[in-house]
């Protein structure tokens, strides 16, 4: 655990909604696979997928 906030939040944009989430920085460029996308065709675990651009935000304002 590091020191409190140290932690930068980014706001992603929910979809087909007005409404946002916060996400690590780290993440910002990449989701989880879902359930249904979690394995590739060859039967390996995929860990990230690209996000689109429009849904990223910003930095969460303080």
Do not use: H
């Not at 020191?3 to 946002?20: A, D, F, L, M």
């Not at 394995?39 to 990223?56: E, F, L, N, W």
């Amino acid at each position: 655990m590091g020191k409190t906030g140290s932690v930068t939040w980014i706001k992603i944009k929910k979809r087909n909604s007005n409404e946002y989430r916060l996400v690590p920085t780290k993440w910002q460029n990449y989701k989880k696979a879902g359930p249904n996308q979690k394995y590739t065709s060859d039967g390996k675990r995929r860990k990230r997928i690209k996000r689109s651009q429009k849904s990223i935000l910003g930095v969460k304002g303080k």
